[in-house]
Nanobody, 115 residues
Framework: QVYMVESGGGSVQAGGSLRLSCAVSGLIFSIRPMGWFRQARGKQRELVASISNGGRTDYVDSVKGRFTISRDNARNTVYLQMNSLKPEDTAVYYC?????????WGKGTLVTVSS
């Protein structure tokens, strides 16, 4: 059984920062590309950042220069450092493999950014 457990969300003012963590179990983490996804109310889930098993990163344009994805293979954990947060970043954030496996979605962690 694969588990993805996200944490680190919260409520911040615009311009603030948060660091999300995702603990992964049940698969060989070190060889899997990983992604952070988000779903705002009334919108489809979108990929915001990904990291290959070799550490190559990629970002959606709206978060480039503000978000940083990283991974710790020894801890089976993927992180998302979010700086200069904007109200439009408000969403539930999820991690998954990249591409996403529909069976791996966790509960996510809510990020709320107020103006």
């Amino acid at each position: 059984q694969v588990y993805m457990v996200e944490s680190g969300g919260g409520s911040v003012q615009a311009g603030g920062s948060l660091r999300l963590s995702c603990a992964v179990s049940g698969l060989i983490f070190s060889i899997r590309p990983m992604g952070w996804f988000r779903q705002a109310r009334g919108k489809q889930r979108e990929l915001v950042a990904s990291i290959s098993n070799g550490g190559r990163t990629d970002y959606v344009d709206s978060v480039k220069g503000r978000f940083t994805i990283s991974r710790d293979n020894a801890r089976n954990t993927v992180y998302l450092q979010m700086n200069s947060l904007k109200p439009e970043d408000t969403a539930v954030y999820y991690c998954n493999t990249q591409p996403a496996n529909m069976d791996y979605w966790g509960k996510g962690t809510l990020v709320t950014v107020s103006s």
